[in-house]
């Protein structure tokens, strides 16, 4: 007799200053053993915040610091004579709140078919009340997707069809206008350059007004 799948819930909640502008949502956290800090986009061999750190900061460096890895392989890492580059969570949910950005996921429950992080070995079991989070950030009417599970799922959710890669569509939810956009991942498994990344980040967050 086979196992039951495993159904892993969301490990983090949503981070949701009421303030905020855009909500980000990827697919779901990585395993707990590949976080180098308890926020999103934890693991070191993800460029989210490389990504962020040169758009804002001119340099992808800005958000890592030398630390102790929560169980990260040393395989998974960016090694360094002083020690492991890891992200400083801290400065992260600063910069986030002060820019404008929300953060959470499109899914509340998966199950991992192959057990690793993987967008195309997650199943959904329950997907986020995206309705509810949009209740509690007013100002928020641009919602991107980092990721092309994310952006499958959400436009489920709204009922729309996808935005072409790096663009948007308008649609009407929960009361209000949005811009979905579809944005690049920023795991490295996505065949393109850093700068490549940036630089279509850069457009979204010009056209959104907070950059």
């Not at 990827?26 to 989210?48: A, H, L, T, V």
Request: net charge neutral.
């Amino acid at each position: 007799m086979s196992a039951t799948p495993e159904i892993e819930r969301h490990p983090l909640k949503p981070f949701l200053p009421p303030d905020e502008q855009l909500l980000m949502l990827g697919s779901f956290p990585p395993p707990k053993e590949r976080w180098c800090m308890d926020f999103f986009y934890p693991n070191p061999q993800n460029d989210m915040w490389r990504i962020m750190g040169q758009i804002f900061f001119g340099d992808k460096t800005h958000f890592e610091e030398q630390g102790d890895l929560m169980k990260v392989p040393s395989d998974q890492v960016q090694s360094t004579k002083a020690g492991r580059k890891v992200f400083n969570r801290k400065e992260i949910a600063s910069f986030c709140e002060t820019k404008g950005i929300a953060i959470f996921d499109t899914a509340q429950a998966v199950i991992r078919l192959q057990g690793n992080a993987a967008d195309e070995h997650l199943e959904i079991v329950e997907q986020t009340d995206i309705a509810a989070l949009l209740q509690q950030i007013p100002l928020c009417h641009d919602i991107c997707c980092t990721g092309g599970k994310a952006a499958q799922t959400l436009a489920e959710t709204l009922h729309c069809v996808l935005p072409k890669v790096g663009e948007f569509i308008e649609t009407s939810f929960a009361g209000r206008t949005l811009r979905f956009w579809r944005m690049l991942s920023s795991s490295r498994a996505y065949p393109l350059s850093l700068d490549k990344k940036a630089a279509a980040y850069r457009r979204m967050f010009e056209q959104i007004g907070l950059l």
